[in-house]
């Protein structure tokens, strides 16, 4: 049986990088204890920069990021909580990926940009999954990627936006009636599975015209009758359409 990959597709479609920053500016922030030189902690806030106060505090920051998303659009940036925290002495592997990070940003070797965007990248992705494992209570992209169930659907929709998915498709994939499917996806993730996978083809189809694919090619690749079609749903979505949208990114 194929493993569910709830975070792949995610991450892979957005150009996530994770650059040594000043305190001022970082979104993640590893911590050690000022007694020892043990490290004790890795704090991510998604959206913003991570608001420290250790003047009272047995710990202190020893290195300072700024991680960056690939873009706005990114639907983890709505669905994470506004700071992540995970403590490194709970896996020996993850202290291991820390020490290897902090060291790398000290030592600026060749290519060690390189390196630090791939070490941090995993760092993210174990944030990820710690959060995946807790869950949400709110609606949004969290909890329904938490959900077993719904979780197949929702990466079915990421690995194949170009799909004509319908509600019954997507409830056989999650194991459920197409009733209950419906009704728990509306709960969990906040929307109906057809406004997500309309959404999810938006956030793409923004994504290629910016890179400058023609805007025929991107209408069919992502089941839109016509470039009409994609126009209206671009507009509705974005407040203006493909050409404009285009127009701006050059313009920037």
């Not at 030189?37 to 202190?60: A, G, Q, W, Y």
């Not at 983890?76 to 506004?82: G, K, R």
């Not at 056989?172 to 009733?179: K, R, T, V």
Request: include cysteine; charged fraction near 25%.
């Amino acid at each position: 049986m194929v493993r569910c990959d709830r975070l792949s597709t995610l991450i892979g479609r957005f150009s996530l990088k994770v650059i040594v920053s000043s305190p001022e500016e970082a979104n993640l922030v590893i911590l050690k204890s000022i007694n020892e030189e043990t490290l004790t902690r890795v704090i991510l806030s998604p959206v913003t920069f991570v608001d420290l106060d250790t003047r009272n505090s047995s710990e202190k920051p020893i290195f300072h990021a700024k991680v960056e998303w690939g873009g706005s659009s990114n639907p983890l940036l709505t669905a994470l909580p506004a700071n992540i925290i995970l403590d490194v002495a709970d896996s020996s592997d993850t202290g291991n990926l820390v020490h290897l990070l902090i060291n790398e940003s000290a030592a600026l070797r060749c290519g060690s940009g390189a390196v630090l965007d791939r070490l941090g990248e995993v760092l993210i992705v174990r944030l990820l999954r710690k959060q995946l494992e807790q869950g949400s209570s709110d609606p949004g992209l969290l909890g329904g990627l938490a959900d077993n169930r719904l979780s197949k659907a929702i990466v079915a929709i990421h690995d194949n936006p170009e799909s004509n998915w319908c509600n019954e498709d997507l409830a056989d994939i999650a194991g459920l009636s197409m009733s209950r499917f419906y009704e728990l996806f509306k709960q969990v993730v906040g929307v109906t599975p057809i406004a997500y996978l309309r959404r999810w083809r938006m956030i793409l189809a923004r994504q290629d015209i910016e890179k400058g694919d023609r805007i025929q090619i991107v209408a069919k690749r992502y089941c839109y009758g016509s470039t009409e079609a994609l126009n209206r749903s671009f507009t509705r979505e974005f407040g203006h359409n493909p050409m404009q949208h285009r127009r701006l990114q050059l313009n920037k």
